[in-house]
Antibody, heavy 114, light 113 residues
Framework: QVQLVQSGAEVKKPGASVKVSCKASGYTFTSYYMHWVRQAPGQGLEWMGIINPSGGSTSYAQKFQGRVTMTRDTSTSTVYMELSSLRSEDTAVYYC???????WGQGTLVTVSS | DVVMTQSPLSLPVTLGQPASISCRSSQSLVYSDGNTYLNWFQQRPGQSPRRLIYKVSNRDSGVPDRFSGSGSGTDFTLKISRVEAEDVGVYYCMQGTHWLRWTFGQGTKVEIK
């Protein structure tokens, strides 16, 4: 079955960067785009961007332009989301989700605190 | 971007009674292939979102038949025919028609009275 397994929780200081991974299995990795969505504590779901695992092309939400980079490694069926210049408002659970929205990762909590 | 607006944002319900959540989009969600990519998700506390309904009215595998989706164009509804205790959580509508940019409703918190 389809599985999206994300990396573990992170604690970062303001101004630092964080890189979250999402390893896919159970389907052809390059056949489905991958989205990243985040959820701040007690808040709703916020779309961050999308990556095409086949060619590596990306599209980001305007809010994150210049701070987010999504990449992929086809040899390990893994996509990555790196967010830089972290601030306290970036404290959230970050999810990867397959293109058809049917499958989501378990989430990665990123805490930004001095 | 397409704006998704849900109502109500809080929904106290009595066990065994029906519940209904509305979702409106700022643009038509009919895609060029004729499909409407409006999905509904359930999120229980501490869990990832779980898709319940896709393309307006199709239940995902394992979703109880007390959940149903309806609507067209810009107006959509999720109904729970008889609320059970396990249905407590937050429900989100999401448009995937403009698939390079998903957008979500604000979420509706369902709780038991």
């Amino acid at each position: 079955q389809v599985q999206l397994v994300q990396s573990g929780a992170e604690v970062k200081k303001p101004g630092a960067s964080v890189k979250v991974s999402c390893k896919a299995s159970g389907y052809t990795f390059t056949s489905y785009y991958m989205h990243w969505v985040r959820q701040a504590p007690g808040q709703g779901l916020e779309w961050m961007g999308i990556i095409n695992p086949s060619g590596g092309s990306t599209s980001y939400a305007q809010k994150f332009q210049g701070r987010v980079t999504m990449t992929r490694d086809t040899s390990t069926s893994t996509v990555y989301m790196e967010l830089s210049s972290l601030r306290s408002e970036d404290t959230a659970v970050y999810y990867c989700a397959r293109e058809d929205s049917s499958d989501w990762g378990q989430g990665t909590l990123v805490t930004v605190s001095s | 971007d397409v704006v998704m607006t849900q109502s109500p944002l809080s929904l106290p319900v009595t066990l065994g009674q029906p519940a209904s959540i509305s979702c409106r989009s700022s643009q038509s969600l009919v895609y060029s292939d004729g499909n409407t990519y409006l999905n509904w998700f359930q999120q229980r506390p501490g869990q990832s979102p779980r898709r319940l309904i896709y393309k307006v009215s199709n239940r995902d595998s394992g979703v109880p038949d007390r959940f149903s989706g309806s609507g067209s164009g810009t107006d959509f509804t999720l109904k729970i025919s008889r609320v059970e205790a396990e249905d407590v959580g937050v429900y989100y509508c999401m448009q995937g028609t403009h698939w390079l940019r998903w957008t979500f409703g604000q979420g509706t918190k369902v709780e038991i009275k």
